[in-house]
């Protein structure tokens, strides 16, 4: 049995590394974020998981996303902002900052949240009709 919770969002900056692509400098976008968590239906309760509990969770792990510099782990030694703003850099553990591995992310984070016995996949938006998805 699934359930879902649509339309969260956050807002970061993030590059990617394509040669010749404007993507390579620094952008931002305005994230949105769809979950679905599976998991065995409760007899006691009706219910897979509360939509209000994969909400506060969900909300949890994009707060740790929003308005952030998304960075991959191993070019954070390159990394170098200053001026008369505040940096809240993201690391991610993977190779690259593209919404595959920030849905990647997400998905593993909401998991570690929410725990067994639920499988979780992700949504994420990229704009509006861009999205990877990936599962946890």
Known sequence: ???G????????????LEAGSKCMNLHGHTFRVDAVVEGPLDEETGMVIDFAV???AL???????????I??????????LQGP???KIKPIDHPHGTTEYIALSI???LKKRLGKPYRVKVRVYEGIGKFAEAEA
């Open 1 to 3: 049995m699934r359930i």
């Open 5 to 16: 919770v649509e339309g969260l969002w956050f807002d970061a900056a993030h590059y990617t």
């Open 54 to 56: 994969v909400k506060k």
């Open 59 to 69: 909300r949890e792990v994009l707060e740790e996303w929003d308005h952030s510099l």
């Open 71 to 80: 960075v991959p782990r191993r070019h954070l030694a390159e990394v170098k």
């Open 85 to 87: 703003f505040t940096v």
């Open 107 to 109: 998905a593993r984070e």
